[in-house]
C-alpha cells in the first residue's frame, strides 16, 4: 500500500498529497464548503467523510460501466488513493434541466426540463472566476485540441446517461453536474476529481426538494441531512 507524503495542492475542498509511489496521490476531503468562487464560505458536519463515500459509490459504478477513471481505492473516512493526472483545466458542465447560472444568464425559469443535453465549458481560473468559454477558445489556451474535446464531450455525455439511471434508480433527478477530466502519465484521458451533491445538482423526484450543495449555496438548512440521504438512496439503488 502507498506511504502519504507530503502535501503537493490545497483546493477550496480537498487536499492532495505524494505518496512513495510516483504515479499515485493520497486525496483527503475536507468540510469546507465554499460557493460563488469562494465568496461564501463555511462549514458543515461530516461534509469530507460524505461526499468521499458518495464519490466513491458513484466513481465504482461508472468503473464497473466501463468508463475510465482515476480512482483506485477509499482508504478511510476521508481519503482516496488515486491515479496522479494532470487535470485537464476545462469544467465540463452537463444540463439536463435549466438550474443555476443558466438560468440566470437566459432568463429561464428554474426547473425547465431540456429536450436537448446542454453542455457548458468553463475555464478552471480561480482569479478569473472560472469563466464560460466554448471549444475555440479551449484550443486558443491550449487546454486541449479538438480531437480531445470531442473524446471529452463523448466521455461526458457517456457519464450522463448512466448517472442519469443511477440516480432515477435512488427517485432522484439529475439537474445539472460538473466533472474534470485529467490526463494520466500515458496520455489517457480519465474522470478525475469527485462526483457529489457538491457538484451536482439533485432534486427529490416527487417533492422536488433539493438534495445537493444548493442547500448550501441558498441557505436552506439541513445540509448535511441531504447529503446523507443521497448516500443512503445510492447504496440502496447500487444493491439493487
Ligand atoms: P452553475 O449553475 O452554477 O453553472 O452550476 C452547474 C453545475 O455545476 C451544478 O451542478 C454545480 C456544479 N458546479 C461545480 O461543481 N463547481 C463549480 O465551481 C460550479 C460553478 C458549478
Ligand atoms: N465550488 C465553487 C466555489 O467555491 C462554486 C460553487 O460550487 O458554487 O466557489
Redesign the pocket.
Known amino acids: 500500500m502507498s506511504q502519504k507524503k507530503e502535501m503537493l495542492y490545497e483546493g477550496k475542498a480537498k487536499q492532495v498529497f505524494a505518496t512513495d509511489k510516483p504515479d499515485e496521490v493520497v486525496v483527503r476531503y475536507k468540510d469546507d464548503a465554499t460557493a460563488f468562487n469562494a465568496q461564501k464560505r463555511g462549514q458543515f458536519d461530516r461534509k469530507g467523510e460524505l461526499n468521499n463515500a458518495i464519490s466513491t459509490l458513484i466513481f465504482g459504478y461508472l468503473a464497473e460501466k466501463g468508463i475510465p477513471t482515476h480512482f483506485i481505492a477509499k482508504l478511510d473516512d476521508r481519503e482516496q488513493l488515486v491515479k496522479k493526472v494532470d487535470i485537464i483545466p476545462l469544467?465540463m458542465?452537463v444540463?439536463n434541466y435549466v438550474?443555476?447560472?443558466?438560468a440566470q444568464r437566459l432568463g429561464v425559469e428554474e426547473g425547465l426540463k431540456s429536450p436537448v443535453t446542454i453542455f457548458?465549458l468553463?475555464f478552471k481560473r480561480d482569479d478569473l472566476g472560472?469563466p464560460l468559454i466554448n471549444d475555440h477558445h479551449a484550443v486558443f489556451l491550449g487546454a486541449a485540441t479538438y480531437d480531445e474535446l470531442n473524446e471529452m464531450y463523448a466521455l461526458t455525455d457517456k457519464i450522463n446517461q448512466l448517472l442519469i439511471d443511477l440516480f432515477d434508480k435512488a427517485n432522484v433527478i439529475l439537474?445539472?453536474?460538473?466533472i474534470e477530466l485529467g490526463k494520466t502519465s500515458d496520455g489517457k484521458i480519465v474522470l478525475a476529481d469527485e462526483i457529489s451533491p457538491?457538484?451536482?445538482?439533485l432534486w427529490d423526484k416527487d417533492t422536488m426538494k433539493k438534495l445537493d450543495?444548493d442547500r448550501f449555496r441558498r441557505d436552506l438548512g439541513e445540509i448535511t441531512e441531504a447529503y446523507v440521504e443521497i448516500y443512503d438512496r445510492l447504496q440502496t439503488a447500487l444493491a439493487k
Open positions: 469544467e458542465v444540463r438550474a443555476g447560472s443558466m457548458d468553463c472560472d439537474v445539472d453536474f460538473k457538491d457538484t451536482c445538482r450543495k
